[in-house]
């Protein structure tokens, strides 16, 4: 796989995302269903939005890394949420040291939606290449 991301902008720089990913030669893209805070044994992660982010994160990585792929290769990183202002006001440190550690560079979106399963705060989909 090549991957070049695209940010026209001085400002880009600023933010936990780029404009855009171009992928040139992947060997595979997988297509992440939405994950939320589900635990191993089907349930749901009561909290705060922080905690549900948590595992969420775990979960993801556990999806991608399960089936061949890894974190490093998101290339789109859409972010659900019922309150962007919680996002930011609590769970934005989190989730910017879990782009870095993981050296992401993605296209994101962040939606604040009505609603979620099981009235939970936060849902995230990814798509990763290699």
């Not at 090549?2 to 936990?16: L, M, Q, S, V």
């Not at 595979?28 to 191993?40: F, K, M, N, R």
Request: glycine share 8%.
């Amino acid at each position: 796989m090549e991957k070049r991301t695209i940010d026209p902008w001085a400002w880009g720089k600023y933010t936990n995302s780029v404009q855009a990913v171009e992928i040139t030669q992947p060997s595979g893209t997988l297509y992440c269903s939405g994950q939320v805070a589900i635990d191993e044994n089907g349930q749901l992660v009561n909290g705060d939005m922080r905690t549900q982010l948590i595992q969420t994160f775990k979960n993801l990585e556990q999806l991608i890394t399960e089936s061949g792929y890894a974190c490093q290769g998101i290339v789109r990183l859409n972010v659900f949420t019922t309150s962007t202002t919680e996002f930011f006001s609590t769970c934005v440190d989190l989730y910017q040291e879990w782009i870095t550690r993981h050296e992401v560079q993605q296209a994101a979106t962040l939606i604040e939606v009505k609603g979620l399963f099981q009235g939970l705060g936060i849902e995230l989909e990814a798509t990763v290449v290699k």
